[in-house]
């Protein structure tokens, strides 16, 4: 069942270059495919999702795929929500529907498979398959200076990734499997005087996939240049396959060497959300603005795992990590899928270039304010759910009696990340949709209703997982 | 214990009708008002009632954030002044929005409003109190920016919620750390937890105590417009005037003291007197009254009057909670609730019979034009500044008495406010009411229609008679039965007030403009100004610049484009070779990865 899941985008892109409707095909493909994914999020524990394909004998290699726990589905969900947005919000430049679609679908299949994969092979190799057509896209199909865009994506994924293989190959040659249940089992193998150096290649490795500072400058630009269904398949989902690559092998397989890092990872996480933050407030146009949010926002993310490394019993980190992974993906896709709105009717995303949008546009200026109040944390919207159980979770070890620790102090100072994200989330609101209205957005067109779907199904996920975050937390029971 | 539930969801449930279906069927404001006069109803059933109850918002294991409610005298107390000026308000914006073109919206930031409000006052657990918390800031900002096409009303919504994030900022650490001292997030179990704490750790308790203490205030600071966080209150004044009323005079401000008040009720006063933390709150309190009323006696516009007044009032009511008295800042809380919101309302009628002018120093004349408007005003005039007799004069002298008790220089200071503050009122008193009309909107002013007045009149009723016990026992929040005697201080304050009259009616009687002109009060010390320019302008941007900057050039330019001009010209000399297009290049790339894999991992 799960083969069906990854291979359905994956089908639907050859059938694409074989020539079928390319728009059709990939919207009935992913339509398909939510239906699957929340399918799969009710029945998951059934064991009927497994499935496995010998590829090789020696050493022995599985096309296979599972749920080992909760957090795979919730990627799962994640992955299919945002795909339908994406090939629904997204419009191919005139001739070039094939590419546009057919490379959205590939990225998507390439996500489902890493996140389902539970052989250490295709988990990378599904993610390396959905790297491609994004530096496609952004090369053949971006804005503005795509071509150092494309370069610099291209370049520091590509070594990111060359260092992840390295901690693998590592860790698979130590435990002498590919299957990563085994692996996990077998962690006694992986010597203690190994743990620092793999540890610090997985960090780089995955760090560098989800822009972890200093590795972060790649994102902003790739954001602002790549179509709307890159932007917002590759900063909502693919990103998150580092963060996971951490919690699934990261975390089970290294934790003395994670913990030997645990201070520096707590100096680049304040990177994150504090020096990319001030990077973001000081951002001319919107699309670089989003971009580099969606930066600063992973080092929230990194603080729930910094205080899963720290102590490991701590059972509130994981689910704060993966409610957060989810609600940020879900943000972030709506918010550069509805940029991409504003860009096509008003023709520019430059601040200074806009203003008194709302009045022409009360319908997207609605559904931005939400995604915009989601992303700086306003309770009631998924990404508060997430933070507030992050902020608990990097306290669950204080009592009082000891004083503040290395990770209650990096939280406190990343408390501030909320008041930066709201100096530029209001600012940018401020600046497109408020105050009187200029030329470019006095006749600019609203959202039509067939227009709204994508962003209302991003809304709606937003609020179910803000509201009832139990919905998220039930999946992950199993994990604690 | 279904009625709190309805309390808390039915403005909810109304504003998200309102905004999926009622939107453009002008049914919103009927909707609205129906359900603000339905609460106020339930609270009056309520009252009195003690009792609790939650469901779990998430649970992680055996952890869990709660969403629930916390009946006792002080919450339901509160929901007394919370639903009956937003009942009042909403009839009173009826009249006031009835030519807007957006009033369904307006209605709807309304009831999410007194939802986000309902569920502060009724929180049973810290986590809660701080969700509804950022939702009284959305919706404040909502309503400040409701004429949203105009610079200056979307530049004060976004200071307003600014500056409660700064606030907020603290607010959460402070959660975090009783969370972690006390162990719990219930309200009702914190105090076990604390003790606990404090015969584990008697020598550092106090220290770590007042630390969280001191956090969570910074959220008091922030939304009730403390110094130094107080300058997005009389920007907030851009909003529609009856939002000014009910948000930021009667209930949103008063959040903070209410926050504050439930934390010492929560953790037992005991614990509070003579902590070092309490001292920083009551003199915080202390120099944001003063400091307030100052800058009123110079302002040229009625609603920033109003505003530094019901800054300087909230100072009053922090002040007396830090004196571990807060009580008396709560029943201040309750009469100024019923006052201020009366002398915004009469100020919108003002402007609305004005043609939207807000000078005073172009206004005169109104008590004659205008008998209810002046006279509904006149009466919450006497009951701000404090005259023998009304609710204000029963209220402030529990504040006096606090002050007098713990910290004499606190009193003086008290007692100056006490001076300042008739001293300003009348001076717009006499300026906008008395004396020849001194504009052509003035002249053309007359009585406002009977959907504005009555809230007016009633408000005026319980601006006076709500100070009394009779009143005050049943329906005050947290109210001490308090055996009002005449002395010394009472003299003190009856002097002050008659001192501030007599200045105020000297000085600014029959004049056409302020004969004085203080530009340190005028412009409110500065500090806006320091704030725009020095902490935004040099400080936040130039420092964002920068590091961009650095972002830029060290990160991005030197390593980064270092590395991809690098592989550029690699991938130059092999586009001589090869396909010669980045399609070519990313294919090859692709494949590549897949032999690199397949070589090192299974031909090791």
Known sequence: MLALLVFLPIAAFIAILLGAPARLTAISASAMNLVLGLYAAFTWQCGCWSFSLPVLEKPALHLAFGFPDGVSVIMVLLSVIVTLAAVLSGKAPEGREKLYYGSSLLI?????????ATDLFFFYAFHELALVPTFLMIGMLGRGDRRQAAWKITIYLGLGSIILLAGLVWLSNLTGTFNIQTMISNKALVPAESQNGIAALLIVGFGTLVSLFPFHSWAAPAYASAPAPVAMLHAGVLKKFGLYGILRLAIPLVPEGLHFWLTPLLVLLLGNVLWVGFVTISQKRLDTMLGNSSVMHMGYIFLAIAALI??????????????LMFAHGISIALLFGLADRIERNTGSLDFTDLGGLAKAAPGLAFIFGIAAMASIGLPGLANFSGEVLVFLSSFKSYNGTAGLGPVQITCILSIWGVVISAVYMLRAYRNVFQGPSVKSTETAADLTCVERIPALLLVLALFAVGLCPNLLLSLLKQVL | MTLPWILLFLPLAVAVLNQLVLKKTGLAPIISTASAVATFVIALMILGQSGTAAFKWATIGDFSIEIGFKLDQLSTGMMIVVTGVGMLVHIFSLAYMKDDSAKARYFTGLSLFMFSMTGIVLANNFIMTFMFWELVGLSSYLLIGHWYQKDSAADAAKKAFLCNRVGDFGFMIGILMLWGITGHLAFDEMKGGLEAFQAANPAIFSGVLSAAVLCIFCGAIGKSAQLPL???????????????????????????????FRLQFTLGFEHFEGLPASTVIAWTGGITALVAALMATQQDDIKRVLAYSTLSQLGYMVMAVGLVHGEAGMFHLFTHAWFKALLFL???????????????????GLFKKMPITGFTFLIGFLALIAVPGTSGFFSKEQILEAAHEKEPILFWIAVIVAILTPFYMTRLFVVAFLGKTKSENADHAHEVGPLMFVPLVLLAVLGLVAGYPFIASKYAPAYHSHSFQLGPITYISIAAVIIGLIAGFVLYSGKEKDPLNIPLFRNRFYVDGFYDNFIVRYFQDAFAAIVSFFDELIINGLIVNGLSRAAESTGNQFRKIQSGSLQGYAFVFGIGVVLVIYFTVFHS
């Open chain 1, 310 to 323: 720290a102590f490991p019993g701590n059972t509130l980190a994981l689910p704060a990590a993966v409610v």
């Open chain 2, 230 to 260: 107080h300058v997005w209150l009389p920007d907030a004044m851009e909003g529609p005037t009856p939002v000014s009323a009910l948000i930021h005079a009667a209930t949103m401000v008063a959040a903070g003291v209410y926050m504050l």
């Open chain 1, 108 to 116: 998507s299949g390439g996500a489902l498979g890493a996140f389902a």
């Open chain 2, 346 to 364: 009469g100020s919108g009628a003002v402007i609305y019979a004005c043609h939207h002018e807000q000078d005073i120093w172009k206004m005169g």
